[in-house]
């Protein structure tokens, strides 16, 4: 199928695009205040072992929602335009609806029939193992209300309710801890009450009720959904395997004070940086997806996009790596937690090219060919698992950093091999020229400040203006954009 090039559509959808990462932008800064402030407080109240816990609970419910919820809310953003423009919508959120409550029904199925081998596997206490299988409710009906209010660019409805989902789950969780001093428990209990408070917010915001009138399934429109929802959800499985599988490995060698050192280190690389550099993701691509259906060649808008991210993403990583340390000292109130500083360069480098799939891999969404996603993410998670199972004894902590970092270059390595005719990334060179520039001085400035005894804090912020001034000076002078 030929794509044309239409540099007016390009522009207009565009400056859409900005205009919705400025609507978008406060749920994420405030997603990322929330995820510092977590850090902090969340190891104040709980021992590492506590801590570990919970990021072993957490670990278990992103796995049992990748296999029967989040895959199902990525199907409703992909074909929410299609189904628009046949003005069929109560029919598709009728199986929207019930195919999502179909799969937490077999999920509780499945969980009762293999509850020992749950057990045996994760390594989970059993009260902690039915908390999360209740918790999934509210989280799978959250996942799905989410992307509806994606589809129908409501960035602003969005933001209201992630601001207030953040924070309500903060001061829960405190609450419960402090009042009936239930330990990691009480934290799942405040995300529970928190996400349904939410979920009632989101109903509202997406017009879901005046929507959804309960009609007769529609079985070929399943099958899209399925055959680009399950590959989803297999790709998402292999994520999950590539920076989440270390934490019960952890837990089988060394305890559970080492998985929350590895929890500490997630939370302050991952889900910190993913949180803000998902900015650009959560307003461009359903607007891609929207040009794409039009029949117009996005290569281009895809490639500004990745270079924007680039731009982001790399030098903040940078800093926090060359100063993992000062940074883990800063956002853990607990010294037990320092050690965690081991693994943030390894993390932190991770979780930048595993969001800079989210451009290269773009292609086999458009396409419906998330199974070739599916293909390469289960390869890099299978050698991550094996890097895990031989590094982690030997090494510890470091181990974990290398198999993590490892996996995820390996995913965002194959994305760039294969390629998709008509969808292969269109590298943002000029981008790429201006940052490898400004990274002289950086570099200079960060040698400089070696022989000085200024405070983290100042060189690290000192170290990022530097960099970004030399950039957009960049920008507006010798490299600037011509087209």
């Known amino acids: 199928m030929e794509y044309v090039e239409n540099k007016k559509a390009e522009e207009e959808q565009l400056k859409a695009i900005f205009k919705d990462m400025a609507k978008y932008s406060p749920s994420k800064i405030c997603g990322m205040l929330g995820n510092a402030i977590i850090i902090p407080v969340y190891t104040s109240l709980l021992s590492p072992e506590q801590y570990g816990l919970y ?27 299609h189904h628009q423009m046949m003005q069929d919508m109560p029919k598709y959120l009728t199986t929207l609806v019930t195919m999502l409550a179909s799969n937490i029904f077999l999920m509780f199925v499945l969980s009762y029939i293999f509850r020992q ?27 799905l209300l989410f992307q509806l209010l994606r589809a129908q ?26 009042v009936f001093n239930m330990g990691a428990i009480a934290l799942l209990l405040g995300m529970a009450v928190s996400i349904t408070l939410t979920d009632l917010l989101l109903i509202y915001q997406s017009n879901l009720i005046s929507w959804f009138k309960l009609q007769k399934i529609e079985w070929h429109s399943v ?17 999950w ?3 989440q599988s270390n934490k019960f490995i952890m837990n089988s060698i060394h305890g559970f004070s080492q998985v929350g050192l590895v929890g500490v280190a997630y939370g302050l ?135 993590t970092f490892g996996a995820n270059f390996l995913y965002f390595l194959f994305s760039t091999i294969i390629v998709l005719p008509n969808l292969g990334l269109m590298y943002p060179v000029l981008t790429l020229t201006r940052i490898l520039i400004a990274y002289i001085p950086f570099g200079i400035l960060y ?33 600037k954009r011509t087209e």
């Not at 609970?57 to 953003?77: E, P, Q, T, Y």
């Not at 400089?448 to 960049?474: C, D, H, I, R």
Request: hydrophobic share 55%; with cysteine; charged share 10%.
């Open 55 to 81: 990021s072993l609970s957490i670990a278990v419910l992103s796995f049992l929602c990748i296999l029967f919820s989040d895959w199902v809310g990525l199907s409703g953003l992909r074909f929410f335009k």
């Open 447 to 479: 040698y400089l400040f070696q022989k000085s005894n200024f405070p983290a804090l100042f060189e690290m912020l000192t170290l990022l203006a530097v960099f970004y001034g030399v950039y957009f000076s960049l920008a507006k002078t010798v490299l």
């Open 241 to 243: 395997i590539i920076n």
């Open 269 to 403: 690389t991952f889900s910190l940086l993913l949180t803000i550099f998902s900015i650009i993701t959560v307003a461009a691509i359903p607007r891609i997806i929207n040009m794409y259906e039009e029949k117009i060649d996005v290569r281009r808008i895809i490639s500004r996009f990745t270079g924007y991210f680039i731009l982001l993403g790399l030098p903040v990583i940078t800093v926090i790596s060359i100063y993992s340390t000062d940074y883990v000292s800063m956002l853990s109130s607990n010294d037990k937690f320092i050690d965690a500083c081991k693994l943030i360069p390894y993390f932190a480098f991770g979780s930048f090219f595993m969001a800079l799939t989210d451009y290269t891999t773009l292609q086999y969404h458009l396409a419906n060919k998330t199974y070739i996603d599916f293909i390469i993410k289960l390869t890099s998670g299978i050698i991550g698992v094996i890097l895990n199972i031989v590094l982690i004894p030997k090494y510890g902590l470091v181990g974990v950093g290398i198999a």
């Open 117 to 143: 081998n749950f057990y045996n596997f994760f390594h989970i206490p059993v009260k902690y193992f039915f908390a999360i299988l209740f918790l999934i409710i509210p989280v799978a009906i959250r996942a």
């Open 223 to 239: 099958l899209p959904i399925m055959v680009y929802g399950v590959p989803i959800a297999a790709t998402s499985l292999s994520a």
């Open 153 to 178: 660019l409501k960035s602003l409805s969005f933001t209201v309710s992630t601001i207030a989902n953040q924070f309500m789950t903060i001061l829960l969780s405190i609450f419960f801890v402090k």
